[in-house]
């Protein structure tokens, strides 16, 4: 991980969809995330249904680091790589830490205003994910936050092994028993490199 960073506190748009509140707990070993320095991730896929002006969360959840990579490595090792090289194929991490930590303004949109690797606008999307990395009540600036369109998030699932997708749909089953016709984009997590 980058070790350039700034805290800024949680925003609304890291909170939970359901309750309106921050998440409280990890999702996997329930461990509480608020209360200190607990690094976590909080990851939502967003559905937008702009003729009712309305979006809703297709899933959303926050979950401990440790947590998150007992899952990252849960997956193959040809899938974590593939991700990553795409990832790293289309988006430049450090430079774009870096322009977002220097300039001034409404910071958390350009980490987040727009997908990381399309550039598409994030009002002019019908679906994205979201995913945070936060302390406690605080939000990590650094290479997370990040958006991620659809349509990226389609070429990256393209990029999976049968075996990582049926990790994740073990992952969607356990936790959000999701039936499969809901979890098509963005229903399933795109897998992140932290
Ligand atoms: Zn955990």
Redesign the pocket.
Known sequence: MSSAYRLTPLPDVFHSCETDQPFTH??????YLLGGETD?LIEKAVRTFPEYDTREAVFEYA??????ETLWQSFSEASREHVEAYFMEHVNVTERTHRFLEADGDELSAWIGRCMVKGTRRDALEEYQLVGHARGDQLVLSHFPYLVSGAAMSEVSALLSNETRDELGGFMDEFFGLPPELRKTPGDPVPVAV
């Open positions: 990890c999702l996997d070993c329930e461990r976590y979950m401990c680091l440790d947590c998150y």
